[in-house]
Every structure is written in structure tokens, then in C-alpha cells.
């Protein structure tokens, strides 16, 4: 997930997102559903991420590749993988969407909200690229909340 949320950000997001889950006992949920993203999106778009993103990426590849290769370079198997991880990735983050809209959000929940910014990127083409966008936005808003407590300005 591409935002401009940085390590600093992403760390501050988490450490709220837990205290307020273990001290204001889970009384915001959605605001730490939120937090629980933009935090492990900030980690990945860190110093951290290009490596995590090329290892899943060349490990997607191998097993795309060896599975043409096994099952019959016509077969469509390679494309058939890159396809379920796709779905993969939109399931993940539909999940997500229901249930916080559903108002279920427990440890489930968090659970979706730090796969997002992980698996969201594995969705392909234009629908990839306007989901990520879209749940690019909350990333961003919270980024300039924090950002805007701590320099009072948005953003910064």
C-alpha cells in the first residue's frame, strides 16, 4: 500500500492502537481498526518494506513458475496461481470492509486491518489499483491527524 505514512508514523499508530485496546478497553474499535493499518502500512512502506515486498514477490514468481512447470506449461497454472492470490488479497480486504461495517470489530478485525496493506497489493489491474487507493485514504488521514498533534500541521 502506497501511502506517505513513515516508520515513525506507523510505530506511533500501533503503540495508540494498542493502549487503546488494552487501556481504554476496545472503546473505539473502528479508530483502532485504523490504526492497526496505518500502522503496518508505515512499517512496510519503511526501510523494511522493499525487501519484505521483493522476497514475496520472487516467492509468489517461484511458485507461479514451478507450478507451469509441474502441471504443463499450457496448462495456465502460473496464471491460475497469480489469479488466487489476487482473490486472495480482495477477499482479505472485503472481509475487512464487512466486517467493520457490520460494527464486529474485535481481534478478528485487527487481524484483516494489518493484512491489508500486505495482501491488498497482490490484487491486479485497475481493480487492484482503485481498491488501494481508496484504503489509501484512511493510511493518509491518520497520518495527518498524528502529524498535525505533534507539529500542528496536517501532514507534517
Given at each position: 500500500?502506497e501511502?506517505a505514512v513513515?516508520?515513525?508514523?506507523?510505530?506511533v499508530?500501533?503503540?495508540?492502537?494498542?493502549?487503546l485496546?488494552y487501556?481504554?478497553?476496545?472503546?473505539w474499535?473502528?479508530v483502532?481498526?485504523a490504526?492497526?493499518?496505518?500502522?503496518?502500512?508505515g512499517i512496510?512502506?519503511?526501510?523494511?518494506?522493499?525487501?519484505?515486498?521483493?522476497?514475496?514477490?520472487r516467492?509468489?514468481n517461484?511458485?507461479?513458475?514451478?507450478?507451469?512447470n509441474?502441471?504443463?506449461?499450457?496448462?495456465?497454472?502460473g496464471?491460475?496461481?497469480?489469479?488466487?492470490?489476487?482473490?486472495?488479497?480482495?477477499a482479505?480486504i472485503?472481509?475487512?470492509?464487512l466486517?467493520v461495517?457490520?460494527?464486529?470489530v474485535?481481534?478478528?478485525?485487527f487481524g484483516?486491518?494489518a493484512?491489508a496493506?500486505?495482501f491488498g497489493?497482490?490484487?491486479?489491474?485497475?481493480?487492484?489499483s482503485?481498491?488501494?487507493?481508496?484504503?489509501?485514504?484512511v493510511p493518509?488521514?491518520v497520518?495527518?491527524?498524528?502529524?498535525?498533534?505533534?507539529?500542528g500541521s496536517?501532514?507534517?
Amino acid at each position: 500500500m502506497e501511502t506517505a505514512v513513515s516508520i515513525l508514523t506507523g510505530v506511533v499508530a500501533l503503540v495508540v492502537a494498542g493502549c487503546l485496546g488494552y487501556f481504554g478497553q476496545m472503546l473505539w474499535p473502528k479508530v483502532i481498526a485504523a490504526l492497526v493499518m496505518t500502522g503496518v502500512a508505515g512499517i512496510v512502506n519503511g526501510t523494511i518494506g522493499d525487501p519484505v515486498h521483493k522476497v514475496v514477490t520472487r516467492l509468489d514468481n517461484a511458485i507461479a513458475h514451478a507450478l507451469a512447470n509441474v502441471l504443463d506449461k499450457d496448462s495456465g497454472a502460473g496464471n491460475a496461481w497469480k489469479a488466487f492470490t489476487g482473490l486472495l488479497g480482495l477477499a482479505l480486504i472485503l472481509a475487512l470492509v464487512l466486517r467493520v461495517y457490520k460494527n464486529k470489530v474485535d481481534l478478528k478485525t485487527f487481524g484483516l486491518a494489518a493484512c491489508a496493506p500486505l495482501f491488498g497489493p497482490m490484487v491486479p489491474g485497475t481493480i487492484g489499483s482503485i481498491l488501494m487507493s481508496v484504503l489509501g485514504i484512511v493510511p493518509y488521514l491518520v497520518n495527518g491527524v498524528i502529524g498535525w498533534m505533534f507539529t500542528g500541521s496536517w501532514g507534517g
